[in-house]
């Protein structure tokens, strides 16, 4: 780790070179400080997939995408534009290196005898003589994202849940305090034992939104015990719930696309997801390291180019390492009658990464609506957003031969009244809306529609495939079967060290007796947990009692029916391709690295 001095300049001293060079590397230094200590991030933090094409009547290439990785001392390495490159015949690794002294950087194909440099060099891929595709799984190295998660917790209450089924088998929905980025992934628990003499509880997520989530509870009885089916109109317990959305950074672009269909998001393959056209899209600055020599004619632009690398880099940091949104304060406060309301200091990220600091109150009218008192309001978006530097207001100053221009512009961000269909996603943030007749409010502010910008520990979520999940027999010794269980692949999370794993099983569990005709309805279902764990795996398993519960609510409002719960008939030797194929079970998984 080298040295970093704080660089002063005094009145009447002469500068060189070096002052200028160490000014721009003491703050790239502690930048690159903060990625390496705070974050601990080193490799993939957006884009970078290599991708091969092997035409039949021409050389084989490997074409490398635009974006932003981090090495081993915290320096951030920008690959701007695509990169093509030509693998020979023999195995080849894909490596992001720095050009020079940074951040610029470029792909490179190391060959069989030259391994990475662990401290340099962030490896994308693999690509041999036979390959179609480059090998990523177990060389790729995906950073992870501290501080991006999106995490909330809460209680489902027995005094204020609202239900619906029987005390064998209910669901109740959760209505999130503020809508996420995605919907999220949910864990649940009970809050101590469950209300019957249960042999399973289970609660599966039915449904997710970005405001809600469902959950199904199901309760297990032993065979021959009293099953009550009449309905259910209060909770019988509590349940504590976690929802997780691991938010994504801004997708690699230059404009959002033109159309209504989906963008897929230029992020490494590990965490892709598909946006909307509403999601924002932002190009990759090139970033040049400013140096300097004795006796150099310097000019108005290299100064500001030293300027500009500093900003760039830090704004690429915000993107990809925190993403966007509004961190704390900007409030909107007004009440019903007014003609101006008050926005609160605050500070704020948006979609490229720039920093939105409002220092001071401020005081805005209202938008200028006229109409009739009784008639419709008419509604307006306050946003935040970045000034440009056009729009900025300047401080100028004289220079010799009777020169002036501008020293100084103003950092503070614009606020603006905009309709709905015309807010940018990311770069307009929205902080109230309001509805306004006859230039005045007809209603507080409403700030339901704020994006908050939350830091929290580095937590990753991630789920196996429905019907492609391997699941193997856990028998005792004597061969009975007691359950089901299946290893979890959880490199995407990018963890560094062993994290807390929640997990939560996903998929059907209402099948049949085999046999039986007519056709008798059973159910499988089991309290998944984790049996053994590490950076990069876990293995879950799932015991599955024999008992009896209730069967699906009946449209008539009759009394369910109890039916098998993993009746011994279903736990043979065929059970691993039952619950992976017919009833696609799956793993949704949750880590939290301290």
């Not at 035409?55 to 695509?82: F, M, W």
Request: with cysteine.
């Amino acid at each position: 780790m080298s040295a970093v001095e704080r660089v002063i300049f005094e009145r009447g001293r002469r500068l060189d070179s070096a002052d200028l060079t160490d000014l721009f590397q003491a703050l790239d230094r502690g930048l690159s400080g903060h990625l390496r200590s705070a974050h601990g991030s080193r490799g993939v933090l957006i884009g970078l997939e290599p991708r091969l094409t092997a035409p039949a009547d021409a050389p084989r290439t490997v074409t490398v995408t635009p974006g932003v990785a981090a090495d081993a001392d915290g320096e951030l390495l920008v690959l701007s534009a695509p990169h093509t490159l030509f693998p020979g015949e023999a195995p080849a690794t894909v490596v992001l290196r720095a050009v020079g002294p940074g951040p610029q950087a470029r792909p490179w194909l190391l060959g069989p005898h030259t391994p990475p440099d662990p401290r340099t060099d962030v490896v994308l891929g693999r690509v041999t003589a036979t390959s179609t595709e480059v090998e990523t799984a177990g060389l790729r190295q995906v950073a992870r994202r501290l501080g991006t998660t999106q995490l909330l917790a809460g209680r489902l209450s027995q005094a204020t849940a609202q239900v619906s089924g029987t005390p064998l088998r209910w669901s109740a929905t959760v209505f999130l305090p503020y809508e996420l980025a995605a919907p999220p992934s949910v864990m649940a628990s009970l809050v101590g034992p469950p209300p019957v003499a249960a042999i399973t509880t289970t609660i599966a997520v039915t449904a997710r939104a970005r405001d809600s989530f469902t959950l199904l509870v199901r309760h297990g009885r032993r065979t021959g015990e009293h099953a009550p089916s009449e309905p259910l109109t209060k909770v019988p317990v509590d349940i504590v719930w976690t929802a997780v959305v691991d938010v994504p950074p801004v997708a690699v672009g230059s404009a959002p696309p033109p159309s209504d269909a989906p963008e897929h998001l230029a992020l490494p393959r590990e965490r892709a997801t598909t946006m909307t056209v509403n999601d924002p899209i932002a190009p990759l600055p090139s970033v040049s390291r400013p140096v300097f020599f004795e006796h150099q004619l310097l000019t108005a632009a290299d100064l500001t180019e030293l300027a500009e690398a500093e900003r760039a880099l830090r704004r690429l940091h915000h993107r990809t390492l925190h993403g966007w949104g509004i961190s704390r304060g900007m409030e909107v406060t007004g009440a019903v009658g007014d003609a101006r309301l008050v926005v609160a200091p605050g500070y704020a990220l948006d979609a490229a990464g720039r920093e939105l600091l409002l220092t001071a109150p401020v005081e805005l009218d209202v938008p200028a609506v006229a109409g009739e008192p009784a008639g419709p309001a008419e509604e307006f978006l306050l946003v935040v957003r970045w000034t440009e530097d056009e729009e900025a207001a300047a401080r100028l100053r004289e220079g010799a031969g009777g020169t002036f221009g501008a020293v100084r512009l103003d950092d503070n961000p614009t606020l603006q009244w905009l309709p709905d269909k015309s807010v940018r996603n990311g770069f307009d943030l929205v902080l109230a809306g309001v509805k306004v007749r006859d230039c005045r409010l007809a209603e507080p502010p409403d700030g339901s529609a704020r994006r908050l910008l939350k830091v929290s520990p580095h937590v990753a979520s991630g789920s196996t495939e429905p019907g492609a999940t391997q699941w193997t027999l856990v028998k005792n010794a004597s061969g009975s079967v007691l359950g089901v269980k299946t290893n979890v692949d959880t490199r995407s999370g990018g963890f560094t060290g062993p994290p807390t794993y929640l997990v939560r099983l996903e998929g059907l569990r209402d099948t049949q007796m085999p046999g039986e005709n007519p056709p008798k309805a059973a159910v499988l279902d089991g309290n998944p947990y984790v049996a053994n764990s590490g950076v990069q795996t876990l293995t879950v398993v799932v015991p599955l009692h024999p008992g009896v519960t209730a069967d699906q609510p009946r449209p008539d409002g009759q009394e369910v029916d109890t039916v098998p719960l993993n009746p011994p008939k279903l736990l043979g030797d065929d059970l691993p391709e039952l619950v992976g194929t017919d009833l696609r079970w799956s793993v949704a998984w949750v880590g939290v690295e301290s």
